[in-house]
């Protein structure tokens, strides 16, 4: 059996210690990488504040067309001037994302289930990496079930992805993905964060947990937090604030934006959180500004 005590053990991380190989470079653990990488990975992660606010819509490539996510082309115009960052399939992209929008994209390039299944974690890179350039992709997103039963053909399907956007400049955005067998202990996204990294993702997508800041610490490139499930407008701005006060180098929220009965009001108040330092509390006023509600109009159920 695999040692694993060391990685239990570990506790030195150094929460407040910089990290230290940046150069000048605004993205964390890029400042070795070339110039093409450099300049996708300054599209996703704004210069000035070095975050980014990404925008997932790619859930329809297992779940369909989820509540919010019916009419893509009425949808995405409406959100995507705020977001920094279109992440979706290339199936929506194509057709319901105008060029003239002029968005970096992180493609899903990962697929293989459906939530007819009960094992998700089957997925393979399904995108072609030629594909990816003719979409112009800043980054491309492989999904990695670290724990479950797809666990290696997910890790070897994220080094595929690292080892050919190497060869075009393309970053690679490894995802977390979180099952309902998979634990969300701290101890597990300092796990499943690493790994990706030390496979040469140049961009972890992850969740928000206990001791955040030591998962942050822990891993050499910038995390971005998942939404998840639609909570509260006022919960999921709070989510953000803990987020980025935690280390995190911005968030990809979905349904936390596009199920909010006020998508728009909801994605420039996250904004606010990201990149201009807005507390969660100055956000969600910000947010209620926005929709013209007391504080008493909106449901906690929203």
């Known amino acids: ?23 000048n470079f605004h993205v964390k653990g890029a400042a070795n990488l070339d110039w093409g ?37 009425i949808l995405i115009p409406k959100l995507a001037k705020y977001a920094d960052c279109l992440m979706g399939t290339r199936g929506a992209i194509r057709s319901s994302v105008p060029p003239s929008f002029n968005k970096s994209i992180a ?5 293989g289930s459906s939530i007819l299944q009960d094992d998700l974690s089957r997925e393979s890179m399904v995108v072609d990496i030629e594909d990816a350039i003719r979409m112009n992709a800043s980054a491309i997103a492989i999904q990695t079930f670290i724990g479950a039963a797809g666990q ?14 190497t060869r075009y400049s393309i970053p690679t955005m490894g995802v977390v993905a979180v099952g309902k ?35 942050v610490s822990a891993c050499p490139v910038p995390l971005v937090v998942a939404g998840g499930k639609k ?35 909801m994605i420039q108040a996250v904004t606010k959180v990201v990149h201009e330092g807005f507390t969660d ?8 500004d926005l929709t013209n509600v007391g504080t008493g109009s909106l449901s906690h159920n929203s």
């Open 37 to 73: 990488m450099k300049d996708r990975l300054s599209r996703i992660f704004n210069p000035k504040s070095g975050k980014t606010v990404m925008l997932a819509f790619d859930h329809g490539y297992f779940m369909g067309p989820t509540s919010g996510l019916e009419r893509l082309d």
């Open 152 to 165: 290696k053909e997910t890790i070897e399907q994220l080094n595929k992805a690292v080892n050919l956007g």
């Open 231 to 265: 909570i509260h407008e006022k919960d999921a701005l709070t989510l953000a604030y803990r987020s980025i006060q935690g280390g995190a180098a911005g968030v990809d929220m979905g349904r936390n934006i596009f199920q909010s009965e006020y998508p728009e009001e």
């Open 281 to 288: 509390l100055e956000a969600y006023e910000y947010f209620l």
């Open 181 to 215: 067998e998979m634990e969300r202990t701290t101890q597990f996204f300092l796990l499943a964060t690493r790994m990706l990294a030390e496979f040469g993702a140049s961009i972890v997508k992850t969740y928000y947990c206990d001791d955040f800041e030591k998962v």
């Open 1 to 23: 059996m695999a040692d694993n005590i060391g990685n239990k053990a570990a506790k030195n991380f150094a929460e407040n210690v910089p990290f230290t190989n940046n150069g």
């Open 107 to 111: 493609l899903r390039a990962s697929s």
